[in-house]
């Protein structure tokens, strides 16, 4: 330390206190702390949305799936009874009948096709099977396959199937939750599905209108039919 004039001359200290390090730091962890939050908000955000498109196109895959299928019903009995060859059964939780399977799964023919309602933990779901068609007309024909179901839709709260008809006077009816004739097919068919609370998506109505005439004679029936009048009149000779 030099000396002026007899007194100690000392240089000034420069730098920071304790303190205003303490600040400095406390800031930097609270500017950390908010740009980390709106990161992982804009991260959720991001990825509730991609649930969200994903789970959008499952319900517009299994409604253009059920409406193929459905508006392409071949006029085709699937089983026998009472002495009527039922070409579709239908209720307010099935539907029962025959159709073309798409492309990469049409192999063998026309399928026996049954899309239902099942009770499932935590709700409902919609299923899909399938059979190939056999001239049996037998249905314990349908519990030989070793097809498992296919799951279409999940956390179902409720969901219904309804027909439509036209009235004695050839206009279209109302909406009724039995099919009650199974020689012929309705005008429309209606789904209607309320997804759970869990959902991220919703499931529009749907109604399909056949590409059948809903009074068409079912072809198989006609060759029945027929057979059985040859057999008769062969008797009689």
């Known amino acids: 330390m030099k000396r002026l004039a007899g007194r100690p001359i000392s240089k000034r200290q420069t730098g920071f206190t304790l303190i205003e390090i303490i600040v400095v730091m406390t800031m930097l962890a609270l500017i950390m702390t908010m740009v980390y939050g709106a990161i992982n908000t804009?991260?959720?955000?991001?990825?509730?949305?991609?649930?969200?498109?994903?789970?959008?196109?499952?319900?517009?895959?299994?409604?253009?799936?059920?409406?193929?299928?459905?508006?392409?019903?071949?006029?085709?009995?699937?089983?026998?009874?009472?002495?009527?060859?039922?070409?579709?059964?239908?209720?307010?939780?099935?539907?029962?009948?025959?159709?073309?399977?798409?492309?990469?799964?049409?192999?063998?023919?026309?399928?026996?096709?049954?899309?239902?309602?099942?009770?499932?933990?935590?709700?409902?779901?919609?299923?899909?099977?399938?059979?190939l068609l056999n001239d049996s007309l037998e249905e314990d024909s349908f519990d030989d396959s070793d097809q498992e179901p296919v799951v279409l839709l999940e956390n179902i709260e409720y969901a219904q199937f309804s027909f439509m008809k036209l009235d004695e006077e050839g206009e279209p009816g109302d909406w009724e939750g039995q099919w009650e004739e199974g020689e012929n097919t309705p005008l429309m068919v209606q789904l209607e599905v309320d997804m759970g609370d869990k959902s991220l998506m919703s499931f529009p109505t749907m109604e399909v209108a056949l590409m059948l005439d809903a009074t068409a004679t079912n072809r198989r029936v006609s060759e029945h039919l027929l057979l059985g009048d040859r057999n008769n009149r062969d008797e009689i000779k």
């Open 42 to 131: 804009s991260r959720k955000m991001a990825s509730k949305g991609l649930k969200r498109i994903d789970a959008t196109n499952e319900v517009r895959v299994v409604q253009e799936l059920v409406r193929r299928q459905i508006s392409r019903i071949l006029p085709m009995a699937f089983k026998e009874e009472e002495g009527v060859f039922v070409i579709f059964e239908g209720d307010d939780e099935h539907i029962m009948f025959v159709s073309p399977m798409p492309g990469y799964l049409g192999k063998g023919g026309p399928h026996v096709q049954l899309i239902e309602i099942v009770n499932a933990k935590g709700g409902k779901i919609l299923q899909f099977s399938h059979w």
